[in-house]
């Protein structure tokens, strides 16, 4: 069983940065793709960014040209930079995986980090 650890939440004023970060405990050669998704109270959860292993990354519009997602496979992590942060980026995150093994494809996520932009 593959587990997902998010790290690095927390409470951040308006404008400032945080950088979230996601252990995988194997190899992440096998995945298809790595992502981070958010979730406020109220709200279903939203897809924030993917990054396609061995290829692009996709953002939602909200947070084009603040958020960064990056792989390190050597280190079998994935990181969310955030800078530029906005209340309404307030959020529980989350880390996703999805890995081909065989003929199937199995769904990872981690139990979540809070962030809280707030002055």
């Known amino acids: 069983q593959v587990k997902l650890e998010e790290s690095g939440g927390g409470l951040v004023q308006p404008g400032g940065s945080l950088r979230l970060s996601c252990a995988v405990s194997?190899?992440?050669?096998?995945?298809?793709?790595m992502g981070w998704y958010r979730q406020s109270p109220g709200k279903q959860r939203e897809l924030v960014a993917t990054?396609?292993?061995?290829?692009?990354?996709n953002y939602v519009d909200s947070v084009k040209g603040r958020f960064t997602i990056s792989v390190d496979n050597a280190r079998n992590r994935v990181y969310l930079q955030m800078s530029s942060l906005k209340p309404e980026d307030t959020a529980v995150y989350y880390c996703?995986?999805?890995?081909?093994?065989?003929?199937?494809?199995?769904?990872?996520w981690g139990q979540g980090t809070q962030v809280t932009v707030s002055s």
């Open positions: 996703y995986g999805d890995q081909k093994l065989g003929t199937g494809v199995y769904d990872y």
């Open positions: 990054k396609v292993c061995g290829g692009g990354t």
């Open positions: 194997a190899s992440m050669h096998s995945f298809n793709s």
